[in-house]
């Protein structure tokens, strides 16, 4: 079992950064690949950045050159790097961690980012 914790969000005007951050916690796990997601109300669920064990990553095409995701040596906390916010990125965080025993998905109960002047 894995809990994951995200801090980090709240409001910021255009333009300005946020730094998300996940923590995980729970008995030895092996992570395969983190990411972080977005859900703005009435839409689904859609993937923002993710980062492999190995350190490969990927972007939405719309925070490409914006965001960067990273994870510490020990893989326990991920972050995604916010520049250049717009409103359209306002929505509910979400990191993910899916784990190699099973391949099981956890998620963490979301962060609020609201980019507003």
């Known amino acids: 079992q894995v809990q994951l914790v995200e801090s980090g969000g709240g409001l910021v005007q255009p333009g300005g950064s946020l730094r998300l951050s996940c923590a995980a916690s729970g008995s030895s796990f092996s992570t395969l690949v983190m990411g972080w997601y977005r859900q703005t109300p009435g839409k689904e669920r859609e993937l923002v950045a993710t980062i492999t064990s190995g350190g490969s990553t990927s972007f939405a095409d719309s925070v490409k050159g914006r965001f960067t995701i990273s994870t510490n040596n020990a893989k326990n906390t991920l972050y995604l790097q916010m520049n250049g916010l717009k409103p359209e990125d306002t929505a509910v965080y979400y990191c993910?961690?899916?784990?190699?025993?099973?391949?099981?998905?956890?998620w963490g109960q979301g962060t609020q980012v609201t980019v507003s002047s």
């Open positions: 993910s961690y899916t784990v190699r025993a099973g391949l099981k998905r956890y």
